[in-house]
């Protein structure tokens, strides 16, 4: 039987990830919130590493604006802690996935960034989790994969499609930025590509490195508003375009996060189906607590 184990077993994605594996019969899932495993303790990685066969991790600093304020802390989680994890699965044999973000990228491009492309993080954030990536790599060179996303919404955590859905309930009218470019992406859905990651991991079909994990398309954080107000049988034109300058923010953000998604079919797994298809899903899911449902 395999043994797995999912660190931040308690945030958004890693809730959907026990979801998805406890589904499972010939999974052995060991579920390690932060109450039960800090990765910043390398004894603690060590131990809780020790007889999986592999890791999935997605314990994170996710605060990026606070990341800004004390990068030390954040990297301490995002880079080190993940150098941790890392060591321990290079000591035991075991095959590690690490959960990584477009904004170890400049953000800056015209097309989508392939898994290949120069790394350049614009903020403290992204800075961190490059660390974690760069860990990996260096450590485990045959066993190590870096799965980047972005944009994620789900139904277990704080997210941009919940917030428009409350502050529905409290404004007319949201001005939303139209200037930034992404690839909204569920939770669960990449939940379900993550094991189909690990599986073919184990069967030896798919190559250690980097991967994209984001839906298919793009659109803003303005479109991705009002797709979900349609959804939710509200007004769509309550969302108003506006400009990133006009919320300044503590950590710069990329303007451009589009990733491709080449490397998947080497793998003999498909990429992540179209963005708005994937949020009809999400509306249509009848998995509570759902953020979405709106009375």
Known sequence: MTRLLVTGAGGMLGRDLVTVLNARSDLKVTAAGRADLDVTDPTAARAAVAEHDI????AAWTNVDGAEADEAA???VNGHGVANLASACAASGTRLIQISTDYVLAGDAQSPYPEDAPTAPVNAYGRGKLVGEQ????LLPDS?????TAWLYG??????VATMLRLA???EYI???DDQHGQPTWSYRLAEQLVALADAALAGQAAAGVYHSTCAGQTTWYGLARAAFTLAGLDPDRIRPTTSDRYPRPAPRPAYSVLAHGRWAAAGLPSLPDWHA??????????PPAPWKVA
């Not at 190590?144 to 980047?148: A, D, I, L, S």
């Not at 139904?155 to 941009?160: L, S, V, Y």
């Not at 994937?278 to 998995?287: H, K």
């Open 74 to 76: 954040a990297t301490a």
């Open 169 to 171: 309930t409290q404004r």
């Open 155 to 160: 139904a277990h955590g704080p997210n941009f």
């Open 55 to 58: 890791v999935i991790n997605t």
């Open 175 to 177: 001005d939303v930025v």
């Open 144 to 148: 190590g994969y870096v799965v980047r």
């Open 278 to 287: 994937t949020l009809v899903d999400a509306f249509d899911s009848p998995t």
């Open 135 to 138: 860990a990996v790599a260096r």
